[in-house]
C-alpha cells in the first residue's frame, strides 16, 4: 500500500482525485487515516453529483475533509469552446497548458457516444489522419482523460439534453496504447459502478494495434476492441501506417484474437475499422483479400468513408464503391457497417480532430 502513495507524492505536490481509480484513491483515503468505504463515498459525490467542493460532502468526517483540501483537489478542466454540428453532433475543446484537446458528442436514436482523446497530437502519423499529420505533444492524464467525460456529462445536464452518454470510444486524438498505463486507469473509472458505470461492452478502444501494449491489455482489463486494420495487405498497410513496419498485420491481428478468446465484452467479435480510400485500398480485389485475412477472426467490419482534411492528397472512395466492397464482404458472410459520417461541417468526424487553431468555422465561446 505504501509504495502506491509514495508514486502520488504527496509531500511535494497535492493530488487531483480525477487521477485516482477507485483502488488508488482507498489507498490514499487509508494514509490520511480514513476507512477504505470513504472512496466509494467520495466517488459517490465526484461522479453521480459532480461535486468538486469538499465543504459539501457532509458524510465524510470534518477532519478527513480537512486533510483532503490540504492534500488534494478535485478538478477538470473547462470546456473552452463549443461547436455545434447541423446533425446535433457537438465538438468541445480543452485547452490544457496551452494546448488543444477535443471531445466529440454524438447522439443517435438510440444511444449517445462521447468520443474521447488520450493524447495531445499522436507519433504514429498515419497519413489519412489530421491527428497524426500534426505530430505528437504528450499524453494526457487521467485526469484529463475523465474530465471530458466529467464536462460533457454536466454540460449536457446543464442544457436538459436528457439523453445521457451511453457509450464511450477512444477514437479521439491519439493512440490509446501508447498510453497504456493511464489509459486503463481511467477506464477503471469509466466502468466503476462508482464511477461512469458504463458497462464493457459499451466502452471501445480503438488502436492502430501496438501489439506489447495491446498483450498486456489483455491482461489488465476488458473492453470492446476496434483494430483500425485499415489495409488487406502489409504492402497497403506499409505505405499509410508507418506503425505496420513495426508490428504488421500478422502480429495485430493474431494479439487482436488472444484479446477475443479471454474477452467477455467482444462476444459478438472484435470490431475491424477500414478506412475507404480511393484507388488505395477499396478495389474489389481488397475486399476478397480483406475476407481471407479475417476469415479465422471473429469480427465485425466498419467501413469508414474517408474524412477530408486541409493538405491531404487522398480522396475518399465514392459511395458505389463502398457498397460494392461492403457487399463483397457481406456475401462471405461478414457483418460490414458503412459508417454514417457524423460533424464533418465542424470537423468532428474521424481523422479530424487536430490541436491547431485554424478553422474559420463560426465558434460559440462557452
Ligand atoms: N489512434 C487510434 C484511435 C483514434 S483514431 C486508432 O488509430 O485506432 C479513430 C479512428 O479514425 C481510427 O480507426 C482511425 O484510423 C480513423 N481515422 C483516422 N483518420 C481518419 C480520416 N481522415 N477519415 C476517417 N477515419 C479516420
Ligand atoms: Fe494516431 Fe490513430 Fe491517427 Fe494513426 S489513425 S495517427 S494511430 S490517431
Same mark, same amino acid.
Given at each position: ?50 461535486? @468538486? ?6 458524510? #465524510?468526517?470534518? =477532519?478527513? /475533509?480537512?486533510? +483532503?483540501?490540504?492534500? !488534494?483537489? %478535485? ?22 497548458? @496551452? ?6 458528442? #454524438?447522439?443517435? =436514436?438510440? /444511444?449517445?457516444? +462521447?468520443?474521447?482523446? !488520450?493524447? %495531445? ?246
Amino acid at each position: 500500500m505504501k509504495k502506491n502513495i509514495n508514486i502520488f507524492n504527496i509531500s511535494t505536490s497535492k493530488i487531483n482525485l480525477l487521477d485516482l481509480n477507485r483502488q488508488d484513491l482507498r489507498c490514499f483515503l487509508v494514509s490520511l487515516g480514513a476507512k477504505s468505504f470513504c472512496a466509494e463515498q467520495i466517488m459517490y459525490w465526484i461522479y453521480h453529483d459532480y461535486c @468538486n467542493d469538499f465543504k459539501k460532502m457532509y458524510n #465524510i468526517s470534518i =477532519k478527513i /475533509r480537512n486533510q +483532503l483540501y490540504e492534500k !488534494s483537489y %478535485i478538478f477538470a478542466a473547462k470546456f473552452i469552446e463549443e461547436r455545434v454540428s447541423c446533425d446535433g453532433t457537438i465538438k468541445w475543446i480543452t485547452l490544457i497548458n @496551452n494546448q488543444k484537446i477535443e471531445t466529440v458528442y #454524438i447522439p443517435e =436514436k438510440k /444511444r449517445s457516444t +462521447l468520443c474521447i482523446s !488520450s493524447q %495531445i497530437g499522436c507519433p504514429l502519423q498515419c497519413h489519412f489522419c489530421a491527428t497524426g499529420k500534426e505530430g505528437f505533444q504528450r499524453n494526457l492524464k487521467v485526469s484529463e482523460i475523465i474530465a471530458q467525460i466529467w464536462q460533457a456529462n454536466k454540460i449536457l445536464k446543464e442544457k436538459n439534453i436528457t439523453k445521457n452518454i451511453t457509450n464511450i470510444v477512444f477514437m479521439g486524438m491519439g493512440e490509446p496504447l501508447l498510453n497504456l498505463k493511464n489509459v486503463v486507469s481511467a477506464l477503471k473509472i469509466i466502468l466503476d459502478e462508482y464511477g461512469f458505470g458504463l458497462s464493457k461492452r459499451r466502452v471501445t478502444l480503438s488502436t492502430s494495434g501496438i501489439v506489447p501494449a495491446l498483450d498486456k491489455l489483455n491482461t489488465m482489463i476488458d473492453v470492446s476492441l476496434a483494430i483500425s486494420l485499415h489495409a488487406p495487405n502489409n504492402y497497403i498497410r506499409n505505405m499509410i501506417m508507418p506503425i505496420n513496419r513495426k508490428y504488421n498485420i500478422d502480429s495485430v491481428l493474431n494479439s487482436a484474437f488472444k484479446y477475443f478468446k479471454s474477452s467477455n465484452a467482444n462476444r459478438g467479435g472484435v470490431t475491424i475499422e477500414y478506412v475507404m480510400l480511393d484507388g488505395i485500398n477499396d478495389s474489389n480485389k481488397n475486399a476478397q483479400e480483406l475476407a481471407f485475412l479475417l476469415r479465422k477472426i471473429p469480427s465485425k467490419i466498419n467501413l469508414i468513408p474517408w474524412n477530408s482534411f486541409f493538405g491531404s492528397s487522398f480522396l475518399c472512395s465514392d459511395i458505389n464503391r463502398i457498397n460494392i466492397f461492403a457487399n463483397i464482404l457481406r456475401k462471405k458472410g461478414f457483418t460490414a457497417m458503412i459508417r454514417k459520417n457524423r460533424g464533418q461541417d465542424i470537423h468532428a468526424a474521424c481523422g479530424q480532430l487536430t490541436s491547431g487553431m485554424k478553422s474559420s468555422l463560426k465558434k460559440k465561446f462557452i
